[in-house]
């Protein structure tokens, strides 16, 4: 059995938070569980970039049986906007909407959310970002778990695929960088560069 096929098994729904509409794992039952699984798993922190336009992007990557997977999440406020180092507003359709300034207190956490997404990469509890209530391995009805790809797709500016992705982004943005950035992960490999140029069209 494979790491993923192993680890996308397990039910992690006794251990999540729901807030604003989303679910959250909580991160130190996540790293338990997945060194009680595979005892040789680690994890990097890199350092968080900052952009003044596009506010602040947290990375992680983590090492399971000689596989490394690299994660990134932004830091967004409770309605997924981008925090920034300075307080800022925006437009809605109800009127003008503050952003309050990043502290050390969100970059923690949005870091230690990024390093339960990158485990998702490696299976466990990637059905709750793919919107499912069970594990595979406990509901007929639910899908075959999504499979890892043997060999990421290297998105390159200007390529045939870069336009799908754009596309892609500017056509789901509703859904917020977070869960599209789940979503390209899972098939492509993409520079800091250009993750923080898809991480704009989001907010436009």
């Given at each position: ?32 569980v ?20 596009l506010?602040f ?11 490394t ?17 300075k ?8 009127g ?59 998105l ?12 892609f ?14 979503k ?18 989001c907010?436009?």
């Amino acid at each position: 059995m494979t790491v993923f096929e192993k680890l996308s098994k397990i039910n992690v729904n006794d251990y999540v938070e729901k807030k604003d509409g989303l679910t959250y794992l909580s991160w130190a039952w996540a790293w338990s569980v997945t060194k009680k699984e595979c005892p040789d798993a680690s994890y990097t922190i890199m350092p968080t970039d900052y952009d003044e336009d596009l506010g602040f992007m947290c990375h992680t990557s983590v090492t399971i049986e000689g596989q490394t997977l690299e994660m990134w999440l932004p830091v967004m406020d409770g309605k997924n906007k981008s925090m920034k180092k300075k307080p800022y507003t925006y437009s809605t359709k109800y009127g003008d909407k503050q952003v309050e300034a990043a502290t050390t207190f969100d970059i923690n956490k949005t870091i230690m959310r990024c390093l339960v997404k990158n485990l998702a990469m490696f299976g466990l509890g990637i059905y709750i970002y793919a919107g499912e209530d069970l594990p595979d391995s406990e509901s007929a009805k639910a899908p075959e778990p999504v499979k890892a790809p043997d060999v990421l797709i290297e998105l390159k500016k200007g390529s045939p695929e870069w336009d799908k992705v754009v596309k892609f982004v500017k056509d789901n943005k509703s859904q917020g960088i977070a869960v599209l950035g789940n979503k390209l992960n899972a098939k492509y490999s993409i520079s800091s560069e250009l993750k923080k140029e898809l991480s704009s069209l989001c907010n436009q």
